[in-house]
């Protein structure tokens, strides 16, 4: 069942990408280019980290579709010159690199998930700003599909250790808050 429910997550992740990417080609959002590079790196760094420290695990496989396709987006954002890069985010990602360093060095599979998340958060955090000052710019259904996505890889952790809810845990946090910003809040 753990598979099933992986691969459908999976699908589900590579819908909402290619929706993105298809949506910021029609100029319908502007990605923030610096985002989606550091998720990029840091999701291969997660995937590669969890492989090696406990083996695969059915609740990875849409960190693995969600790796190529953050890369993906930020190659298309970069070529079609379609993308944000404003200078706080430089400060944010920054940070977020300097978290990934801590989360390399570290041994500790706690440590490197605690580390990985508060990464993502900080290389996110252009892309939630953006979200609350102008809606539109990251309207996608992409949002949904990724919260639906979450959820699914929560129910794979049923069963298992609790470090691996931690973070589909947070990417239902991340991404319900880019639904609740960029559908559900009334415009100013």
């Known amino acids: 069942m753990?598979?099933?429910i992986?691969?459908?997550?999976?699908?589900?992740v590579i819908t909402g990408q290619v929706i993105y990417i298809l949506n910021c080609l029609r100029?319908?959002?502007?990605?923030s280019v610096l985002t989606w590079f550091g998720w990029a790196v840091l999701m291969c760094i997660t995937l590669l980290s969890q492989i090696i420290h406990g083996g695969w695990q059915w609740s990875m496989t849409s960190i693995a579709f969600s790796t190529v396709g953050c890369l993906t987006v930020t190659v298309v954002a970069w070529l079609s010159n379609n993308y944000s890069i404003r200078r706080?985010?430089?400060k944010f990602?920054?940070?977020?690199?300097?978290c990934v360093v801590v989360y390399v060095l570290s041994a500790n599979p706690w440590e490197?998930?605690?580390f990985a998340i508060i990464s993502d958060a900080l290389l996110g955090a252009p892309t939630i700003v953006k979200a609350w000052k102008e809606p539109a710019q990251e309207r996608s259904i992409s949002?949904?599909?990724?919260?639906?996505s979450a959820v699914l890889a929560l129910f794979i952790c049923i069963g298992h250790e609790i470090i691996y809810f931690l973070f589909p845990a947070y990417l239902l946090l991340y991404n319900g808050t880019m639904v609740r910003m960029t559908w559900i809040r009334r415009q100013r």
């Open 2 to 4: 753990e598979k099933i």
């Open 6 to 12: 992986g691969f459908t997550g999976a699908l589900i």
């Open 27 to 31: 100029r319908k959002i502007t990605p």
């Open 88 to 90: 706080s985010d430089l």
């Open 93 to 98: 990602v920054v940070a977020g690199f300097g």
């Open 112 to 114: 490197t998930t605690i």
């Open 143 to 148: 949002w949904v599909l990724s919260t639906t």
